[in-house]
């Protein structure tokens, strides 16, 4: 009976030896095991609170719900997405650090010959990703508008196409229906295109003035997405506001930040906020 005893005792003893290192690395794997949406919510409030981005930006964040927004776009970690037309690189500065190690940003910017303003937003652009090379230095800079909208990215090579506040000025210079076919070239078969944008009410009379007034119809973003071969997948109220009539004197620059009319009725302007937009999520079918 005694052998008996250290016989079983030798038995738990090298089992406990053999399984301990495995039970490690279960425990390694089960940690390693992230959840891809917790990942990019906290890439993305990690790049929310970077020092990269000024007081200024951060003030509008209460009007884009940056988060909101590319959540529900999908924006993930490994994504290759294009952004188009950045401006001064508001939502660069959030998408560039969440892709930037396993995933790729592609800048859209204006043609670089195109207008002596349009040059310098460029180079501005260019100058403000050199200057933050930890959180913006992997973000490419490629080329977008009227003629040459194919140079945005290689023909089906990227996850998502973004565009911010931009569909107005393609109405107005004449290219938005080849702009949306550009964005469909662009994508990978069920690829997203991602479209925020100020929307007027869909009972307002076209006219001259609405027609220059910022605002465009939900209904028309819509038609061109889809005649460009787009289908919608789905609609969000996130960048909603129900305080914003569209029948500003100077249009949406009359809201903030752009305050239009200088002094006049400020602090109305100020109490309606940013304008109402609509925010769409189409997808370039797989088949």
Avoid: C
């Amino acid at each position: 009976m005694r052998h008996f005893h250290i016989a079983v005792l030798l038995a738990a003893a090298a089992a406990t030896t053999l399984t301990a290192p495995l039970a490690a690395q279960t425990r390694k794997a089960v940690a390693a095991k992230v959840d891809p949406v917790a990942e990019t919510e906290n890439k993305i409030d990690a790049a929310m609170a970077g020092p990269h981005r000024t007081d200024a930006s951060r003030a509008r964040d209460q009007y884009r719900h940056p988060k909101e927004t590319l959540l529900f776009f999908g924006l993930a970690p490994d994504k290759t997405v294009v952004e188009i037309s950045p401006g001064g690189g508001w939502y660069t500065d959030i998408i560039a650090p969440v892709v930037k190690d396993r995933g790729r940003l592609l800048a859209a910017h204006n043609n670089p010959g195109g207008s002596a303003g349009a040059q310098r937003q460029r180079a501005a652009f260019k100058a403000r990703t050199e200057a933050h090379p930890e959180q913006l230095g992997k973000v490419s800079l490629t080329s977008f508008g009227k003629g040459i909208e194919g140079n945005i990215a290689a023909p089906g090579s990227a996850d998502m196409v973004l565009t911010f506040r931009n569909v107005h000025n393609w109405m107005g210079a004449g290219f938005a229906d080849e702009a949306f076919k550009a964005f469909y070239a662009a994508l990978k078969p069920g690829g997203v295109l991602g479209v925020v944008e100020h929307r007027m009410p869909e009972d307002r009379a076209d006219t001259e003035d609405s027609r220059r007034s910022g605002y465009v119809k939900q209904s028309e973003v819509i038609r061109m997405a889809e005649a460009a071969g787009f289908k919608l997948d789905a609609t969000s109220e996130i960048n909603a506001n129900p305080r914003d009539t569209a029948d500003h004197p100077k249009g949406v620059w009359t809201l903030p930040p752009n305050f239009a009319l200088g002094d006049t009725d400020r602090e109305k302007y100020q109490a309606i906020g940013e304008s109402d937009r609509m925010t769409l999520r189409f997808v370039k079918p797989k088949a």
